[in-house]
Nanobody, 125 residues
Framework: QVQLVESGGGLVQAGGSLRVSCAAS????????IGWFRQAPGREREFVAG????????YYRDSVKGRFTVSRDSAKNTVHLQMTSLKPVDTAVYSC??????????????????WGQGTQVTVSS
């Protein structure tokens, strides 16, 4: 059983930075990835970034490339999402999820079994 607990998030002005973190407990399969997803009101959930548990390969949606960085602290079993140059369109509830790499990267996270509780990120203009 895997448990994920997010922390961080909050309110920031456009152009600012925030970091959200996802602490994982339990056994993470080496074929898994940890992904960050976000959902804004009235919109579908979307993949934001992900990192492979086996080799730390990083994956990003195009709109956040160059602004967001996903990283893993293997000693603490924690995945961070550092967000810079934030824009109002980045406002959403951000959630982390764990699952097979191909199920995590690029989709809406459908079928993923393990999810955190979500954390609100609000970017004011």
């Amino acid at each position: 059983q895997v448990q994920l607990v997010e922390s961080g998030g909050g309110l920031v002005q456009a152009g600012g930075s925030l970091r959200v973190s996802c602490a994982a407990s339990g056994r993470i399969d080496s074929r898994y990835a940890i992904g960050w997803f976000r959902q804004a009101p009235g919109r579908e959930r979307e993949f934001v970034a992900g990192i492979s548990w086996s080799d730390d390969a990083e994956y990003y949606r195009d709109s956040v490339k160059g602004r967001f960085t996903v990283s893993r602290d293997s000693a603490k079993n924690t995945v961070h999402l550092q967000m810079t140059s934030l824009k109002p369109v980045d406002t959403a509830v951000y959630s982390c999820a764990a699952g097979p790499l191909l199920d995590v990267v690029g989709g809406e996270g459908k079928g993923l079994r393990y999810w955190g509780q979500g954390t609100q990120v609000t970017v004011s203009s």
